[in-house]
């Protein structure tokens, strides 16, 4: 089977796992509907190592990118669109991140859901998912890629909102909708634009005609290209776009996990890695989104330190990450960005599947004010955590130290300015070592919460009702709520097989890109971004001295977590530290805390004037001219008309006889006229 051939085989195999699961929904009973979600997903991954191994075995120059298509799609004015897929070194390793790690999540899933009522749906949706962002990633035009862009954003609404009886869900799912369809509305506009100039829609063509079309610097492109990372931020969660991130926590756990591990957040950095030849011409474009991504990691980063939601600071966490790879792509480090974006999968999946254990250990709860003291009563878990921990802190030898540092090794070959980002970065490191062990030490040390002690004794806690957990409204556990069950990973053996085998990967992932030492993934991917990097290496001393101060920033914010939340603490209270901070830097933590007033500044930038606009024009517009002009006018003619033809039907012939002459006389004399 050639690579292309089971390219198609993995597209399909998610589809027909959402066709099945949905059209069959009543026939599946107990966790039938799991295994079949999770095998659908599972061969797709089986089908992308085939497309690997095929490729592997090509190599000659230039065989490593193979174009595919199945019918020509759109035939118009010169215009030809193909159903046409692009297989290649980049489209692989997003494909065996997105297969791999989802298969994985599905998989935890099996036990993690039980007990929903939406069970099967909840499947049929996931699958869904994952078949739209395959589309995304092995789109080889633009048209496809649209596609498989607004596939991604209507299946993260049905996810996000998949509790559709509660009223928070629907909204978070309604907001993540409407953000990215503003990036959906730019990346269209974007691609017009570039069609304008190449008269092609098609990848490998596109960067072609670029090349002979577009000078460096040339503005047409740069607009072009700032209108498609506005599609970009959006689907990636990057300021101002990303407000739609944390509140997309109200969808299962699962969920989140996709949506923050492999999938969605990722969409934007592809997205750039693979207009690469495009960005190289445009300075401009590359140093808005370096400098975009830069300042979304720290914001993220210092809201992540005062959020209590266990959920909601992994989720700030992600924009955080998201952040170093937005800025390590646009900056050039493709290969770094996308190593980064790889073990970031591993270890935020790993994150969100040991949070999700901890939550159901506790019933349904969230806030962390409310956790302690579960590592004796959680030990497995609490080993997931801290693997994951380590590896999201960038301590070596785990995942994370050797991505992160890439990317920011790369920022700082550049030399100038990006000298700036790379500080930044630095202190982004510190910050995400400081919220993650926050997390670690206030919900596994100091004395154990009833739930804890319970566990402890064998007994795993079931709450007598069923709250809301970001607004504490009475719940029921019916249909479109969370079920009456709750699984931990001591106890299931599907959560525990996953959350271990992500572990492992969050472990040795890094071992794919040391620097100068061994580097198969920018070996593989080497094909793909040779124009842009050539066989340029990044300066020994830049890196040496990068890894060094990464490290340090990694162990600098453990110990500071340490000294803050470390200590045993009461439920509920703050350790005295933590609460001294709180009171001397009031202004900065309500800042923090309030999530630098983003919200509110989109509320008064955007929201309120559309209403009003539209309050405007409903009051004003509609009435006066829609309902007054158009419509009351077109009822007010055929009125008029009626009442003139029911005048002229009066029944005397003589009246008759004299419009029928009259008519006559005014036929005469318009030909007379006219000959």
């Not at 269209?188 to 570039?194: A, F, N, S, T």
């Not at 539209?614 to 003619?637: K, P």
Request: one cysteine or more; hydrophobic letters at 50%.
């Amino acid at each position: 089977m050639s690579p292309a051939d089971a390219a198609w085989v993995v597209l399909a195999l998610p589809l027909v796992g959402a066709l099945v699961l949905g059209l069959g929904f009543r026939a599946w009973r107990g966790i039938t509907a799991g295994l079949i979600g999770t095998a659908a997903v599972g061969l797709a991954f089986v089908f992308t190592l085939v497309a690997l191994f095929g490729l592997l075995g090509r190599d000659e120059e230039g065989t490593r990118q193979i174009s595919s298509s199945l019918w020509d799609y759109v035939s118009v004015g010169g215009l030809h669109v193909d159903m046409q897929i692009l297989v290649d070194p980049l489209s692989l390793v997003m494909l065996l991140v997105v297969t791999g790690v989802s298969t994985l999540i599905h998989l935890y899933s099996i036990a993690y859901m039980r007990g929903d009522a939406g069970y099967v749906r909840f499947f049929a949706y996931l699958n869904f998912f994952v078949f739209a962002m395959l589309v995304l990633v092995l789109a080889g035009n633009f048209i496809l890629l649209i596609v498989g862009w607004g596939l991604v954003g209507a299946a993260s609404y049905m996810l996000i909102s998949f509790w559709y009886r509660r009223t928070s869900a629907t909204k978070a799912g309604i907001k993540a909708f409407v953000i990215n369809v503003v990036g959906d509305v730019g990346l269209v506009l974007g691609v017009i634009l570039l069609l304008r100039h190449t008269g092609t829609v098609d990848f490998l063509q596109t960067f072609h005609q670029a090349s002979e079309t577009f000078d460096k610097g040339d503005s047409s492109l740069t607009v072009a290209l700032l209108l498609i990372m506005v599609g970009a931020f959006a689907k990636s969660a990057q300021i101002p776009l990303h407000t739609w991130l944390p509140d997309a926590m109200e969808g299962p756990t699962p969920v989140s996990s996709l949506i923050h591990a492999a999938t969605m957040v990722t969409a934007g950095v592809y997205l750039i890695a693979r207009l690469h030849p495009l960005m190289q011409l445009s300075p401009t474009a590359m140093a808005v989104g370096a400098i975009i991504g830069c300042i979304t990691l720290l914001v993220a980063g210092t809201i992540g330190l005062v959020q209590t939601d266990l959920k909601r600071v992994i989720a700030y966490s992600t924009m955080s990450q998201i952040g170093y790879m937005i800025m390590g792509v646009s900056a050039g480090a493709y290969v770094a960005g996308m190593f980064h974006l790889m073990t970031h999968a591993f270890f935020k999946a790993l994150l969100f599947m040991a949070a999700g254990s901890l939550i159901s250990a506790m019933g349904g709860e969230q806030n962390m004010d409310k956790m302690g003291g579960f590592r004796k009563a959680m030990p497995f878990t609490f080993l997931a955590f801290v693997v994951g921990g380590l590896a999201l802190s960038g301590i070596p030898p785990f995942s994370g130290f050797f991505s992160k540092d890439e990317i920011l090794a790369s920022v700082a070959d550049e030399g100038g300015w990006h000298w700036i980002l790379w500080a930044a970065g630095i202190f982004g490191a510190f910050l995400t070592a400081v919220y993650t062990w926050r997390m670690i030490f206030r919900a596994f040390w100091g004395p154990p919460v009833p739930e804890a002690k319970e566990l402890e004794e064998g007994h795993l806690h079931h709450p007598h009702e069923h709250r809301n957990p970001a607004t504490g409204e009475l719940e029921d556990t019916g249909v479109g709520f969370p079920g009456p069950e709750h699984h931990i990973a001591e106890r299931a053996t599907p959560m525990r097989l996953a959350m271990g085998t992500l572990a492992v990967l969050a472990v040795l992932g890094g071992l794919l890109g040391i620097p100068h030492v061994f580097t198969p993934l920018e070996h593989f991917l080497e094909p793909v971004f040779e124009d842009t990097m050539g066989h340029h290496e990044i300066d020994g001393t830049i890196t040496v001295v990068g890894l060094i101060v990464g490290a340090l920033a990694g162990v600098l914010g453990i110990a500071v977590a340490w000294r803050v939340w470390g200590k045993p603490a009461d439920r509920g209270e703050p350790t005295a530290i933590s609460a001294g901070f709180q009171q001397r830097f009031a202004p900065v933590h309500r800042l923090f805390l309030n999530k630098w007033y983003f919200d509110e500044l989109i509320d008064l930038v955007i929201v309120r004037p559309a209403r009003a606009f539209g309050r405007w024009a409903a009051d004003t517009f509609e009435r006066l001219v829609i309902s007054g002009g158009i419509v009351g006018g077109t009822t007010g003619a055929v009125r008029g008309a009626g009442a003139l033809v029911r005048r002229l039907q009066s029944g005397y012939l003589r009246s008759y006889s004299a419009v029928v002459v009259t008519g006559l006389a005014v036929l005469v004399i318009y030909f007379l006229t006219q000959s």
